[in-house]
C-alpha cells in the first residue's frame, strides 16, 4: 500500500520524471544524427536547446519536491538521473563526439529505470530497443 504522503510524491514527480525521459530520447536522436554523420547534430542544434529548456523544468520539480521516506530511494534515483543528463547536455553543448553524451546518457537511463523499478506509476521503455543501445 502506497500512503498519502507518497501518493503526492508519486503525483508531483510523474511529470519530471516524463520530462527526464524525453530529455534522455532528444540526447539520443542527436547522438543518431551524428553517428548518421549529420552536420547538423553539432552543439548548436534547435533540439539541445529544447532538450536543455525542458531539463531545466525537470531538474527544478525534481528539486523542490517533497520526498516522503517511502520515495527516498526513488527520489535518489532522479537526482542521480538529473546529474548525469546534465553531463549529458554539458557534453553535448561543447562537442558533436558521441562517447562523452552517450556515457553519461546511459547512466541517466539506468537511474530513470532504477527509479521506475521504486514506485508504481513510472513507465520506462527498455533502452536496449531504442536507438542508443545500439550506438557503441
Given at each position: 500500500m502506497i500512503d498519502d504522503a507518497t501518493t503526492a510524491y508519486i503525483l508531483e514527480t510523474r511529470k519530471p520524471f516524463e520530462d527526464l525521459r524525453q530529455v534522455?530520447?532528444?540526447?539520443a536522436g542527436l547522438l543518431v544524427l551524428a553517428a548518421a554523420g549529420s552536420k547538423s547534430a553539432g552543439p548548436h542544434h534547435p533540439m539541445l536547446e529544447s532538450a536543455e529548456e525542458l531539463y531545466r523544468e525537470a531538474a527544478e520539480g525534481i528539486r523542490s519536491a517533497r520526498v516522503p521516506a517511502r520515495?527516498?530511494?526513488?527520489?535518489?534515483?532522479?537526482?542521480?538521473?538529473?546529474?548525469?543528463?546534465?553531463?549529458s547536455l554539458t557534453a553535448a553543448h561543447r562537442s558533436?563526439?558521441?562517447?562523452?553524451?552517450?556515457?553519461?546518457l546511459r547512466a541517466a537511463y539506468a537511474d530513470l529505470?532504477?527509479?521506475?523499478?521504486?514506485l508504481p506509476g513510472f513507465e520506462m521503455v527498455a533502452f536496449?530497443?531504442?536507438?542508443?543501445?545500439r550506438i557503441a
Open positions: 534522455s530520447a532528444q540526447l520515495a527516498r530511494r526513488h527520489h535518489g534515483y532522479l537526482l542521480a538521473a538529473a546529474a548525469a543528463l546534465r553531463q558533436p563526439e558521441i562517447d562523452p553524451v552517450l556515457t553519461p529505470e532504477g527509479a521506475a523499478g521504486e536496449a530497443q531504442g536507438c542508443c543501445g
